[in-house]
């Protein structure tokens, strides 16, 4: 089955707000998690990412939490912008590489003018 | 330098048929995996190659077969194809190593089957 979900299948927020869309995963012995982002027509593009031995990373206006004692991930984008808008989906890899990811369903991220 | 490439974007075949898809990793990059993407099941995980070699399989029938050539690029082959193969393939290379994490993504081939 799916071990990792996604909260909300749409967000959608007011052009520069932030934006927060949440991840939880079911598998303790995940060790790495990755947010990427696809927009229409695209393969998944990668975002940020984090290891188990950390609780949050920051990159250019995103923001990555974890919480190992309740399983949740969650991506946080500041200041949004139209480019934005697109599907997010957490992912994670207990084994290092490409391989195995297990991905959540995705969100919609719509970015209101 | 070059994304990962993906070939052809798209293709229409009629069940029953086979077809073959292709992947070229970035250049250094050792690790191939392929990935299905539909709506109702979004990304799930086909398999990995190394090096020529399988390293990880996911949950799908035996119909669903891959292999990687010396210069990385890499092939998957549906056989035997059934409508709910209809779907966005997408390949994803890395360097491979167990730090080596970041996955890069191609833009997939919308497979159809009617």
């Known amino acids: 089955g799916e071990s990792v979900g996604l909260h909300l299948p749409t967000l959608s927020v007011q052009e520069g707000d932030n934006s927060i869309i949440n991840c939880a995963y079911s598998?303790?012995?995940?060790?790495?998690f990755i947010w990427y982002k696809q927009e229409s027509g695209k393969g998944p593009q990668f975002i940020i990412d984090?290891?188990?031995?950390?609780d949050k990373r920051q990159g250019q206006r995103v923001t990555v939490l974890l919480n190992k004692t309740v399983k949740h991930l969650s991506l946080q984008i500041a200041a949004t912008q139209p480019g934005d808008s697109a599907v997010y989906f957490c992912a994670e890899n207990t084994g290092g590489g490409a391989d195995g990811l297990t991905f959540g369903k995705g969100t919609h991220l719509i970015i209101q003018p | 330098k070059a994304g990962v490439t993906q070939t052809p974007r798209y293709l229409i075949k009629t069940r029953g048929q086979q077809v073959t898809l292709s992947c070229s990793p970035i250049s250094g990059h050792r690790s191939v995996s392929w990935y299905q993407q539909t709506p109702g099941q979004g990304l799930q995980f086909l398999f990995e190659y190394f090096s020529e070699t399988q390293r990880n399989k996911g949950n799908f029938p035996g119909r669903f077969s891959g292999r990687q050539f010396s210069n990385s690029r890499s092939e998957m082959n549906v056989s035997t194809l059934e409508l709910g193969d209809s779907a966005l393939y997408l390949c994803?290379?890395?360097?491979?190593?167990?730090?080596?994490?970041?996955?890069?993504f191609g833009q997939g081939t919308r497979l159809t089957v009617v």
């Open positions: 598998n303790s012995a995940s060790d790495y």
């Open positions: 984090i290891r188990s031995n950390m």
């Open positions: 994803a290379s890395s360097l491979g190593g167990v730090s080596d994490t970041e996955a890069f």
